[in-house]
Nanobody, 121 residues
Framework: QVQLVESGGGLVQAGGSLRLSCAASGRTFSNYAMGWFRQAPGKEREFVAAISGSADSTYYAESVKGRFTCSRDNVKNTVYLQMNSLKPEDTAVYYC??????????????WGQGTQVTVSS
């Protein structure tokens, strides 16, 4: 059974930084793409970032490009989201997902429980 556990969320002032982690178990981690999504109150879930299994490819939403960095450690079975220059509009619950490819992450059957990120102005 695949399990994903996020951590690292919290309250930060605008301009600050946070690093989210997502620990995975139940699969050969390096064979799968991983990604981050977020959902703000009253809004639909949206894509944030994705990384290939071998970490040779990453993809970001335009709204976070240049500020967020997605990385992974296939020994620790963990994917990270380094978030810098945070803005109030980044406030959301952040979720990680795993799937065969970066392009079908949103269709994943496996999601973490989410971690709250709140950015104050």
């Amino acid at each position: 059974q695949v399990q994903l556990v996020e951590s690292g969320g919290g309250l930060v002032q605008a301009g600050g930084s946070l690093r989210l982690s997502c620990a995975a178990s139940g699969r050969t981690f390096s064979n799968y793409a991983m990604g981050w999504f977020r959902q703000a109150p009253g809004k639909e879930r949206e894509f944030v970032a994705a990384i290939s299994g071998s970490a040779d490819s990453t993809y970001y939403a335009e709204s976070v490009k240049g500020r967020f960095t997605c990385s992974r450690d296939n020994v620790k079975n963990t994917v990270y989201l380094q978030m810098n220059s945070l803005k109030p509009e980044d406030t959301a619950v952040y979720y990680c997902a795993i799937n065969s490819y970066m392009w079908n992450l949103e269709d994943s059957d496996y999601w973490g429980q989410g971690t709250q990120v709140t950015v104050s102005s």
